[in-house]
T-cell receptor, first 111, second 117 residues
């Protein structure tokens, strides 16, 4: 079965501090991992996906298959990064094309 | 492009009533997904539909819940005889379905908050 675990409900850091939002997954096939973000009063939107190996708004995430993790990192947090972050897992081992989401982590960046 | 539109934003029902939640996908999108978010929990997949087809309903409760995506008009998530435990935020997402597998980019609606009294 697919499962995504985000162990922290809330992560509070000061502006300029490094940020790491943890995500672990369990999946028997070849995983496809995503991070989605929801800013206050806005819709959930895609932040980045592992296949793109991209950096969006200074955030990066590396898929570690050995540790089954896909942690989201940013070296210097900004106040505008405050939001809910969801890690999501996809895969087509059953032919299903929907994502499995974690429970989310709220990031609070304090001035 | 107005994005994925969900209505109503808030829906209040009494126990035993029916709830109908609507989702209009983005223009050009033929794939719709419904997710439910209970308080303090993540998004739980419910159902995945294409036009006139249910592709995967493995996340739908066996009773009282149904979904459709007709050839014309929005996708509808219908909950019959609602109970307090159905109170949640229901999100709809759409995609083009052309990228294959789950590399598709999902676009989400603003959600419908269902409250059952």
């Amino acid at each position: 079965a697919q499962r995504v675990t985000q162990p922290e409900k809330l992560l509070s850091v000061f502006k300029g501090a490094p940020v790491e939002l943890k995500c672990n997954y369990s999946y028997s096939g070849s995983p496809e991992l995503f991070w989605y973000v929801q800013y206050s009063r806005q819709r959930l939107q895609l932040l980045l996906r592992h296949i793109s190996r991209e950096s969006i708004k200074g955030f990066t995430a590396d898929l570690n298959k050995g540790e089954t993790s896909f942690h989201l990192k940013k070296p210097f947090a900004q106040e505008e990064d405050s939001a809910m972050y969801y890690c999501a897992l996809g895969g087509a081992y059953t032919g299903r094309r929907a994502l499995t989401f974690g429970s989310g982590t709220r990031l609070q960046v304090q001035p | 492009n107005a994005g994925v539109m969900q209505n109503p934003r808030h829906l209040v029902r009494r126990r035993g009533q029916e709830a109908r939640l609507r989702c209009s996908p983005m223009k050009g999108h033929s794939h719709v997904y419904w997710y439910r978010q209970l308080p303090e929990e993540g998004l739980k997949f419910m159902v995945y539909l294409q036009k006139e087809n249910i592709i995967d309903e493995s996340g739908m409760p066996k009773e009282r819940f149904s979904a459709e995506f007709p050839k014309e008009g929005p996708s509808i998530l219908r909950i019959q005889q609602v109970v307090r435990g159905d109170s949640a935020a229901y999100f709809c997402a759409s995609s083009t379905g052309t990228e294959g597998s789950t590399n598709e980019k999902l676009f989400f609606g603003s959600g419908t908050q269902l409250s059952v009294l």
